[in-house]
């Protein structure tokens, strides 16, 4: 098996072609040389009209004389000849500028050649059979490379797949210094973090912190048992469903309280005077329209609204707990004014903003980092498959095992 680095296998193919097809490539050789003498004969050619023309032809014919000269010299002057390199591109490249000189010539020949042609026949008949020359050389080259070159010019095909190689392994690089880059950005996004969430866990430790989630904790489970002594809503609900259509009749009942209270029943009766006038007042009349059986509702529904009004007058619970509600608010109010003045909420609340902050930017880091990995290791199976695709034909061609070598710089 033959072992080469990429960087260094162009020339290595070259010269294996070269040696494979050196009969092609030296027939070939010695017919482009030719074709430049005929080109090279055709300016000598153009020299001569000049020459002759200098003394025979008047100034107007002349300008139209240098002018036919100047045009096919410079068409001449811009066909590219291949040197030593010789490939199927650049020889049909060739034989497409020799076509193009030919229509120029002849383009040129029609519009200049009448107002001088008379004084430089012999130039003339000496053009014509060197073009004549000249488009034979170029339909000999033309068969040649049709019937003899097929081969090299397949073989030749495949280093226009070479720089696709080159160009994944630049794109692997590239994808491999984002990938480190977005890594170590990620890796100080993420000590960041664990340093903010330390500090978020030292604030939280503190003291009163911990009386605060203490207190909202006990005021949590008081709302728990409040509403549990009120959870009569259904019943109330239809109370005033029946007093809005008028089906039922009570004096004095408030309306807007009741709605007030469905709303929510703890507010309004932390608002309340220390006795509940208003909610009393209400637990009567429900009571006394259940009794009547005015509501309409299920017995068991009837009966557990008529239990609990009844312990709420009874056990006078509910009085108690309001109070104890307020007192409960009270300490947190107190304790949120201590965390205030101690300087804790703004620092409480500038390492959560900035603990928000960084795990945005976190998450667009780690999205970066994903996206760009996926693009390195795609970059890796594309080269794997070219390289080997390639490999695969190199050796088709020389007959002979081949590996080409990459190395990043990275």
């Not at 390492?351 to 996206?371: A, C, F, G, M, P």
């Amino acid at each position: 098996m033959i072992e080469k680095d990429l960087d260094e296998f162009e020339a290595f193919y070259k010269q294996q072609l070269n040696s494979q097809f050196f009969k092609i490539k030296k027939v070939t050789k010695k017919l482009i040389q030719e074709v430049r003498g005929d080109l090279i004969g055709i300016k000598v050619c153009l020299d001569h009209f000049l020459e002759t023309g200098k003394d025979k032809i008047e100034q107007k014919a002349q300008r139209s004389l240098n002018f036919f000269s100047d045009r096919i010299r410079k068409e001449i002057d811009e066909i590219e000849i291949p040197e030593e390199e010789l490939n199927y591109d650049s020889i049909n490249d060739l034989l497409n500028s020799i076509k193009k000189l030919f229509t120029t010539i002849n383009e040129i020949a029609r519009k200049s050649l009448p107002k001088f042609h008379k004084d430089v026949q012999t130039e003339i008949k000496e053009l014509n059979y060197l073009t004549r020359k000249l488009g034979k050389k170029q339909a000999q080259l033309d068969e040649f490379m049709r019937k003899k070159y097929t081969d090299v010019k397949d073989a030749e095909y495949l280093l226009k797949k070479l720089p696709k190689l080159f160009h994944l392994k630049e794109n692997i690089e590239h994808a491999k210094i984002d990938l480190d880059e977005f890594e170590n950005e990620l890796k100080d996004r993420k000590g960041k973090q664990e340093e903010l969430n330390s500090d978020l866990l030292d604030l939280e430790k503190n003291q009163l912190f911990k009386e605060l989630e203490n207190e909202k904790d006990i005021l949590f489970q008081l709302q728990l048992k409040i509403n549990e002594e009120i959870g009569f809503k259904k019943a109330l609900k239809k109370f005033k469903f029946e007093l809005e259509k008028e089906n039922i009749h009570i004096p004095n009942v408030d309306l807007n309280f009741i709605k007030d209270f469905l709303k929510n029943p703890i507010r309004i009766l932390i608002t309340e005077r220390k006795d509940l006038p208003k909610f009393t007042s209400l637990m009567v009349q429900l009571r006394h329209t259940l009794e009547d059986n005015k509501l309409n509702l299920k017995t068991e529904t009837k009966e557990k609204t008529i239990e609990q009004i009844n312990a709420i007058f009874d056990e006078k619970q509910l009085q108690a707990n309001i109070e104890k509600y307020l007192q409960i608010n009270a300490n947190i109010e107190e304790i949120y004014k201590k965390i205030e003045d101690a300087g804790l909420a703004q620092k409480l609340e500038a390492v959560k903003n900035q603990i928000s902050s960084n795990t945005i930017k976190l998450e667009h880091v780690e999205n970066d980092y994903n996206r760009k990995n996926k693009d390195y290791t795609r970059y890796l199976s594309a080269l794997k498959t070219e390289r080997e695709e390639f490999q695969k034909s190199v050796e088709e061609i020389i007959n002979e095992a081949v590996k080409i070598n990459i190395s990043f710089s990275f």
